[in-house]
């Protein structure tokens, strides 16, 4: 049973959010494979971008204590506005606009205000995170955060205890957790119902309240498939995040009952 939200002061804006099963995910992802296949040219332009801004974060990395927080939190705050021209590319393709990469911008355009918002709600996020990641390892462990030779040479467990570890990545793991619950239908219902930043984000606080078992399968496919995305020096983030662009749209369809 749809339970209905009235969101902001706009009293025509409403969310109905939809119970759904646990492994429809996997169908959103099925869905998404399709919008990637017929709008490959499109698709791939935005995963080439998210690689490019990836490839940026690696050479700042190079010289930047805090290596590791800027590569998770930089991600973490790029990739939900950055997926803005894939959602628009499959919400074109259900209402039969025209395709293209030009026009995968206009969901942009037209929602510039909400979207700016949003993304400065989540880089105060990230903000946070740096800040929680240098009072954990420096004054709480007396430690230096791992630096990018510790990283990619070995030198990360032997200067950094199993206990600190564990606990810096915890906090990352933490504001991984705060980004999805607030963005898992933002997007597209900012695009698709004109909703503002606070709107979306509450939507999705209520979706994933009302969908804990698909939530958690959800966020476990993030995981796995990002986690291989950066296995190949982010290569295969080229098709990775187009096609978890697109499996936002229909996670939107799913859990967020269409106005009439």
Known sequence: MPTSILLGRRQNLHVDVQTIRWSQPLRWLSS??????????????????????????????????????????????????????????????????????????????????????????LAAFTLVWFVASEILLQRIFHTAVPRLNEVLYGGLLSSTSGAQLLYYLAVGALLALVVFCVSVVAVPLIIDRDATAGEAMRASLRVVGANIPAMLVWSVLLVLLVASGFATLLAGMVVIFPLLGHATWYAYKDLVRQAP
């Open 32 to 121: 998404a494979w399709r919008d990637l296949r017929e709008h490959w040219w499109a698709s791939v332009a935005h995963g080439v971008l998210v690689v490019c801004g990836g490839v940026i974060l690696l050479l700042i990395g190079g010289t930047h204590p805090f290596f590791i927080a800027a590569m998770v939190s930089g991600f973490m705050l790029i990739a939900p506005v950055a997926s803005v021209g894939l959602c628009e590319l499959s919400r074109r393709r259900a209402s039969g606009e025209t395709m293209s990469f030009d026009g995968s911008m206009d969901g942009l355009a037209r929602h510039s205000t909400a979207l700016m918002e949003f993304g400065a709600l």
